[in-house]
């Protein structure tokens, strides 16, 4: 069994950044891929990145590319989301999900989720 939960969410203005936590409980946190997820107002949720077990590998959605990027410290059994350059269409709120073994861009494919954390970026 696994808990998640996302801090790190606010107001920042388009240009800034913010960096969103995923502490999980668990003693076998690190056998486990961690995704983002987010989920705008009147939208479906989407894929924003997911990083491997150990954290050697990620994957971004193609439009937070460049911009985002994930990281975990498997000792404090937490993942990152570091957000630049945001912009109003990054408004949602992000949810990080977890789940045994190879991660990836489905959310049904994850087993624990997180309670989200509003992100909001004015123009």
């Known amino acids: 069994q696994v808990q998640l939960v996302e801090s790190g969410g606010g107001l920042v203005q388009a240009g800034g950044s913010l960096r969103l936590s995923c502490a999980a409980s668990?003693?076998?946190?690190?056998?486990?891929?961690v995704g983002w997820f987010r989920q705008a107002p009147g939208k479906e949720r989407e894929f924003v990145a997911v990083?491997?077990?150990?954290?050697?590998?990620?994957y971004y959605a193609d439009s937070v590319k460049g911009r985002f990027t994930v990281s975990r410290d498997n000792a404090k059994n937490t993942v990152y989301l570091q957000m630049n350059s945001l912009k109003p269409e990054d408004t949602a709120v992000y949810y990080c999900?977890?789940?045994?073994?190879?991660?990836?861009?489905?959310?049904?494919?994850?087993?624990?989720w997180g309670q989200g954390t509003q992100v909001t970026v004015s123009s």
């Open positions: 990083i491997s077990q150990s954290g050697i590998s990620q």
């Open positions: 999900a977890a789940r045994p073994g190879v991660g990836g861009s489905f959310g049904s494919a994850y087993d624990y």
């Open positions: 668990g003693r076998t946190f690190s056998t486990y891929a």
